[in-house]
């Protein structure tokens, strides 16, 4: 298992309950894949700093995860043609930053 972590921006939603369950749907993914949730960092709503699909804003949050390999490839595909997400960035951690906490 590889400790990797997850960015995503969504599309920003009136209601707290709809950025909740894009989360969850992410979130989802990643259990249903066999991985496993370490956190998740919801950081709400912040303006970004430069329109992306004609949106000043986005729903931010961070899940960091334990996984296999093949994991993060398909999860990428599948925030790739997501309509609700703006933008996705997957890292592998070292083992360092693991360790660290």
């Known amino acids: 298992m590889n400790h990797y972590e997850v960015m995503v921006v969504f599309t ?23 991985g496993t949730i370490i956190k998740t960092d919801a950081w709400g ?25 093949e994991l993060p ?8 043609i997501s309509d609700s997400v703006l933008r996705h960035l997957i890292i592998a951690k070292d083992e360092k930053e693991k360790a660290k906490g």
């Open 45 to 69: 709503m912040r303006k970004l700093a430069y329109p992306i699909k004609k949106k000043n804003e986005g729903y931010y949050a961070v899940i960091e995860f334990d996984a296999a390999a």
């Open 73 to 80: 490839k398909e999860l990428d595909r599948r925030l790739r």
């Open 12 to 34: 920003p939603e009136p209601e707290a309950e709809k950025n909740a369950a894009a989360v969850e749907a992410v979130s989802g993914i990643i259990t249903g894949g066999g």
